[in-house]
Every structure is written in structure tokens, then in C-alpha cells.
Nanobody, 119 residues
Framework: QVQLVESGGGLVQPGGSLRLSCAAS????????MGWYRQAPGKQRELVAH????????YADSSVKGRFTISRDNAKNTVYLQMNSLKPEDTAVYYC????????????WGQGTQVTVSS
């Protein structure tokens, strides 16, 4: 059984920073693309960024370019999201995902971590 466990969310003032982590564990053969989605209240879940196993990053949401940085540590099966210059509109539940082969290739989701940006 494969699990994704997230950490690092919380309450931060506008302009502050947070670093989210998501660690995969279990019967993992290979991990391919990893990334982050977010879902704000009353809105659909949207892709924030993803990163390939080779480290190529893509930011799907233009509003986070230059403020958020996605990275991964393949040795630790972990993906990170460094979030700087946070804005109230970044408030959402952040979910990590990963395409993992554990015998078959399938997608996995983390449980979600709340990020609240407020003064």
C-alpha cells in the first residue's frame, strides 16, 4: 500500500512563507510526476505545479510563478512546495499527488493540508 503524507501547512500573514512537504511511502517501484493541487472554498481543485522525476518543473497557475518553487528529493520520495510572498488568495487546501508504480502505474493523493493567509 502506498501513502502520501503531507506536512507544513498553517496560518501565515500576507507576505509570509510556508514550505509544504509530501513524502511517499510503501511498496514503491518507481515515482514519476509529482506535484501539488489546491482547492479554495467554493472552487474546483486546480493544478498549481508539477515536477518530473528528472526535475523539470511546470507551474500551471501563472499567479504563483516567481513566488512558488516546486522541488523534489528522489532519495527521500518527497516533493516540496516553497511558497513565498503569500497572498490571501493563496488560501486553500493543498493536495499533493504522484504517479507511482507499485506493480501497476496509478495516481495517488495526499490527505490535504490547509494553508490560510490572513492578517
Amino acid at each position: 500500500q502506498v501513502q502520501l503524507v503531507e506536512s507544513g501547512g498553517g496560518l501565515v500573514q500576507p507576505g509570509g512563507s510556508l514550505r509544504l512537504s509530501c513524502a511517499a511511502s510503501g511498496s514503491i517501484v518507481s515515482i514519476y510526476t509529482m506535484g501539488w493541487y489546491r482547492q479554495a472554498p467554493g472552487k474546483q481543485r486546480e493544478l498549481v505545479a508539477h515536477i518530473t522525476s528528472g526535475g523539470s518543473a511546470n507551474y500551471a497557475d501563472s499567479s504563483v510563478k516567481g513566488r512558488f518553487t516546486i522541488s523534489r528529493d528522489n532519495a527521500k520520495n518527497t516533493v516540496y512546495l516553497q511558497m513565498n510572498s503569500l497572498k490571501p488568495e493563496d488560501t486553500a487546501v493543498y493536495y499533493c499527488f504522484a504517479n507511482i508504480r507499485d506493480g501497476v502505474l496509478r495516481g495517488y493523493w495526499g490527505q490535504g493540508t490547509q494553508v490560510t493567509v490572513s492578517s
